[in-house]
């Protein structure tokens, strides 16, 4: 074999390992962040498990909330029905699969349960004019309070949205919904407070 050619296989091989060593490293790596990324995934759910369970049974915090229309309202001015709170946002897709959900419970319920839809508006992924053309766009008719300096979201420690609080008519959160809540099971928990 000539100098030259144990030169050339030589850097092949060194090219080779080099090589081999990045995509191993890259491998490793992706491995990495998909076990962070499911480490994550089970913290939050965690997290939002120790949260329904330190709320559900609590009085519900009272707050003031301002209405689409620039009223301002006292949660606890609404007394003697239950009550359904969500925190939502325009740009949330579970909020958008949510939120049609809640508007046949609140075209169903209005009469006898009230509807209280808090929308995040963080001035960055959600403003006013985001909202509005949202609002607009699906033909919601749900009342909507806005939310525009966070106070309302920080306030009740909210860990996600949608988040959906029932409330009974003495002001005890009945049950929490985070990130989802099935029409048949919303209905079933307000038609149970409505009897009570």
């Known amino acids: ?10 850097v092949l091989l060194v090219i080779a390992s080099l090589f081999l060593a990045g995509f191993y490293y890259q491998n490793q ?3 990495h962040q998909e076990e962070t990324a499911q480490e994550l ?18 009085t519900f915090k009272n707050a003031l909330l301002t209405s689409n229309e620039g009223a301002q309202v006292q949660l606890s001015d609404y007394k003697f029905r239950p009550k359904v709170v969500v925190f939502w946002a325009s740009w ?5 699969k949510e939120l049609p959900i809640i508007q046949r419970l609140y075209d169903k319920y209005q009469d006898k349960v009230d509807f209280f839809m808090v929308d995040i508006v963080d001035g960055e992924r959600e403003t006013l004019e985001t909202s509005h053309q949202f609002l607009r766009n699906q033909g919601f008719t749900f009342p909507v309070y806005i939310d525009q300096d966070l106070q309302a979201f920080k306030f009740f420690d909210v860990k996600a949205i949608p988040t959906i609080f029932i409330v009974d008519k003495d002001g005890i959160v009945k049950q929490i919904y985070v990130e989802q809540g099935s029409e048949e099971i919303l209905s079933k928990d307000l038609k149970q407070l409505i009897n009570d």
């Open 92 to 96: 949330c897709p579970d909020c958008q």
């Open 1 to 10: 074999m000539s100098k030259k050619h144990v030169v050339e296989t030589m």
């Open 29 to 31: 790596e992706s491995h």
């Open 41 to 58: 995934l089970l913290k939050k759910e965690e997290e939002i498990n120790q949260y329904i369970s330190k709320t559900k049974n609590t």
